[in-house]
């Protein structure tokens, strides 16, 4: 009887050592003109798994959905898109590289965002060190 027991309860451990969330960064360098697909894959991403860990890596170009009033081509503010995934979780880092090459206030920038000294540093960072898996859409 203690025999099934320890294999049901190591059969149980090993199920669940298999769900882990999947850590994932989208790295985003693109402008305005892409940004409203991006943010449409994050969230057909969490909605087919609700327990992943997003972080959204921006620099160059790529930060421009996530200055204030920023809009995509029909005039919609990608703020509201925006604030609805930091809701679930999602993380929005921006390269101050760009900011202060393209003397950008970081005033400017939507209030989920968080500034990182460097975007493709901390894209290499998360996947060396944290074991993010890495997507470019």
């Known amino acids: 009887m203690k025999r099934i027991f320890l ?3 190591l059969t149980l451990m090993a199920s669940l050592s298999f769900a882990q969330d999947v850590k994932v960064v989208y790295h985003v360098s693109t ?11 994050i969230t057909n991403h969490l909605n087919a798994a609700p327990k992943d860990k997003i972080v959204v890596v921006t620099h160059g170009p790529g930060i ?14 990608f703020s ?15 390269c101050n590289n ?8 970081p005033s400017k920038l939507l209030m989920e ?8 540093a901390e894209v290499a960072r998360l996947q060396a060190k944290e074991g993010f898996v890495y997507l470019k859409p």
């Open 7 to 9: 294999a049901l309860f």
């Open 98 to 105: 760009t900011l202060q090459s393209r003397s950008i206030d």
């Open 64 to 77: 421009d959905f996530l200055l204030s009033d920023a809009k995509d081509s029909k005039g919609r503010e």
């Open 31 to 41: 402008g305005v003109e892409t940004a409203a697909g991006i943010l449409g894959n």
């Open 113 to 120: 965002t968080k500034v990182i000294p460097s975007g493709v």
């Open 80 to 94: 509201g898109q925006v604030s609805a995934l930091a809701s679930k979780g999602v993380e929005f880092r921006v």
